[in-house]
């Protein structure tokens, strides 16, 4: 059975008190000297204190008299869930770092420290293209040993969650709502999935938290904070996943972006981002070399010093150095997808392994 300390109790409830926020809940510990010496403290002090309005003062007292203290205990219960305060020695170093960390972070599962930890994210309505790029990434990666933080959404953040767990990788789930709502509901298994296999779903959010529109840049922030670098596979120009690069900048962390076509909507968010100085990824090795991690495919390389994947490889031998070839042939040459070939044929011609020669035919660079 879970327990939990007082001081992780009264900051759950302080998290609980609509229109507080991190900072201010922050602000009232430092100044009283734990959760429970604040929660006791007189309103006007911690009116004071918070620098709270008189209608936002009178709101945050009167909840704080009626709080349902044996409702928290019976959801902490029913849930499984765990909590750690900014204060605890097991809170996630890399989000204590960041300038808002959230006061107090409830989760299910294996919240396991480590610095070798990278989120994926992009959009929910994903091209095949972006689909297999999140999961090839994640896979790559959670087999070095890097655990995958995304958000749960559909699309991108999906099959980075489902790419780790296919390699038996840790992933990390934040989520915009309580631990006690499952967004989007059709993840419900895969979420207690991730759990099983020494994962966690990670919030801010206390029990009964929709995941309503606000919740999302704050969830972002998350998603950021607790990693080395955030990976943006597509996303449109007015994305969340652009939210998330922009909290990592905040925070001194690395961005990532894989580009895409220039008539994709998909793409748009990411290409700009490439032109706003995003490291351009194309494999997962890119990340790997960034932070002097070991992959387990070091050392093998193409005639061109470049790790391929088993796709690309077959893409490359299936390019003629004199014809010119389309898309459909080489799907019929390698018996790949179109998904796999086009990813392929990115990662070729960006390390100057293939050429575009005009839209939708491609040549062979001597290796």
Not at 5 to 30: H, N
Request: with cysteine.
């Amino acid at each position: 059975m879970e327990t939990w300390t007082d001081e992780q109790r009264y900051t759950a409830a302080w998290q609980a008190l609509k229109g507080l926020g991190s900072r201010r809940i922050r602000r009232l510990v430092d100044y009283f000297g734990s959760a429970r010496a604040a929660w006791t403290a007189p309103a006007e002090e911690v009116i004071r204190v918070a620098a709270l309005g008189s209608k936002l003062g009178a709101t945050v007292d009167a909840a704080r008299r009626r709080f349902d203290w044996d409702r928290q205990e019976a959801d902490l219960k029913r849930y499984g869930a765990r909590l750690v305060t900014w204060r605890d020695e097991e809170y996630p170093y890399l989000l204590k770092e960041t300038c808002n960390a959230p006061a107090v972070l409830f989760y299910q599962g294996t919240l396991a420290e480590t610095d070798k930890r990278v989120a994926i994210v992009g959009s929910r309505k994903a091209s095949p293209y972006g689909l297999n790029v999140s999961r090839h990434v994640a896979e790559t990666l959670a087999r070095n040993g890097v655990t995958i933080v995304s958000g749960g959404a559909r699309g991108i953040d999906t099959k980075a969650h489902k790419g780790a767990l296919h390699v038996q990788g840790q992933t990390l789930v934040v989520i915009a709502s309580g631990l006690d709502r499952t967004y989007p509901p059709e993840n419900k298994r895969l979420f207690a999935e991730i759990c099983e296999k020494g994962g966690a779903i990670v919030t801010e959010f206390a029990f009964g938290s929709e995941p309503v529109a606000q919740n999302f840049p704050a969830r972002n922030r998350i998603i950021a904070g607790l990693s080395r670098s955030v990976i943006v596979v597509e996303a449109a120009l007015r994305s969340g996943s652009l939210i998330t690069a922009d909290f990592a900048l905040e925070e001194g962390r690395d961005v990532f972006a894989v580009p895409g076509s220039i008539f994709s909507t998909q793409s748009q968010g990411t290409n700009h981002l490439i032109r706003m100085g995003a490291a351009i990824l194309t494999e997962a090795a890119d990340v790997l070399d960034e932070y002097g991690w070991e992959s387990e495919e070091a050392g093998q390389k193409t005639t061109a010093a470049v790790a391929l994947t088993d796709a690309g490889k077959a893409v490359w031998e299936a390019l003629s150095e004199s014809e010119a070839r389309p898309l459909d042939e080489l799907v019929v040459r390698t018996k790949l997808s179109a998904a796999d070939v086009q990813v392929s044929l990115l990662q070729l011609t960006l390390h100057n392994l293939a050429e575009e020669t005009i839209p939708g035919l491609y040549l062979r660079c001597p290796g």
